[in-house]
Nanobody
Framework: QVQLVESGGGKVQPGGSLRLSCTVS????????MSWYRQTPGKGRELVAN????????VYADSVKGRFTISRDNSENMVFLQMNSLGPMDTAVYYC?????????WGKGTPVTVSV
């Protein structure tokens, strides 16, 4: 079955960096676009970044442009989110996502806390 497992979250000081990973299984990663979302308490999930199945194009939320980079390694079944210049507003649970046949699949998320 489709599985997405996020890792790499944690606590970091403002201005710091983190690299999130998403390990996937149960489907052919190279056939699907992949996304990272984030969610804070009381808010819906926000699209952070999306990358085409072959890595040829990516899009970002305005709030993370120039700071975050999404990438993928289809041969390793992994998707990444490099996050630089982190600020308190980036504190959230980050989720990996794939839409297959109109169904959204999610991992359990990895929490990111940005504070002194």
């Amino acid at each position: 079955q489709v599985q997405l497992v996020e890792s790499g979250g944690g606590k970091v000081q403002p201005g710091g960096s983190l690299r999130l990973s998403c390990t996937v299984s149960g489907f052919s990663l190279g056939s699907y676009d992949m996304s990272w979302y984030r969610q804070t308490p009381g808010k819906g999930r926000e699209l952070v970044a999306n990358i085409r199945n072959d890595g040829s194009n990516s899009v970002y939320a305005d709030s993370v442009k120039g700071r975050f980079t999404i990438s993928r390694d289809n041969s390793e079944n992994m998707v990444f989110l490099q996050m630089n210049s982190l600020g308190p507003m980036d504190t959230a649970v980050y989720y990996c996502n794939v839409n297959i046949g109109g169904l959204d699949y999610w991992g359990k998320g990895t929490p990111v806390t940005v504070s002194v």
